[in-house]
């Protein structure tokens, strides 16, 4: 097998592991998911597993990863630009994020999984404010709040939505406008 068969195999392994894990999220508690499980759901082995994870909470931890970067991919931001260059695009941009990965949000923002997502958001934001903080605030705002800015409008535009999504009420994507516009207004 050559390097690029190889990468293939990884990648499709990876992500049969990533979807079983999301699928198991969904009728399972996560500290209650284990290795059996996550074989048994994909349908491959513990030694692929372990190919590539330790555990199932280093596949979690996957998963958020490559959420977070999909999260940046689609809203056209980047770990290095911020969002907040063009809040009204990268809003919208937000928006259609969620609304298109509605099943995922609502499996990485269940009460067991969040505080995983959170801190690593966190962390990934934190690393962004202290980088360049003056670039991460909206205008008037000094320095010494990037972080704090960064932290509340990340976890507030995460809690929003989650809240929206597992919420028993099925939200349109015209629902989601109007309160982020709220929020918009009300923080500008």
Do not use: C
């Not at 195999?9 to 198991?24: G, M, N, P, T, W």
């Not at 704090?148 to 507030?156: A, C, K, L, P």
Request: proline letters at 3%.
């Amino acid at each position: 097998m050559n390097i690029t068969e190889a990468y293939r195999k990884k990648e499709k392994s990876e992500s049969i592991f990533e979807d079983s894990l999301i699928r198991l999220l969904k009728i399972k508690n996560f500290h209650r998911i284990t290795i059996v499980d996550i074989t048994k759901e994909s349908g491959l082995s513990r030694s692929t597993f372990y190919n590539y994870y330790n555990d199932p909470l280093d596949l979690l931890e996957s998963v958020i990863d490559k959420t977070i970067y999909q999260f940046y991919e689609d809203t056209h931001a980047s770990i290095e630009d911020p969002i907040l260059d063009n809040i009204e695009e990268s809003s919208l941009n937000t928006l259609d994020f969620f609304e298109k990965n509605k099943e995922l949000i609502r499996v990485l923002t269940h009460d067991e999984v969040r505080p995983i997502l959170l801190s690593k958001w966190l962390n990934l934001i934190k690393g962004r404010a202290e980088s360049k903080p003056e670039r991460y605030l909206p205008k008037g705002l000094s320095k010494e709040y990037a972080d704090i800015f960064q932290v509340f409008w990340f976890n507030g535009m995460w809690a929003l939505f989650a809240k929206m999504l597992n919420s028993n009420k099925d939200f349109t994507t015209e629902d989601y406008h109007k309160v982020f516009a709220f929020l918009v207004q009300r923080i500008f």
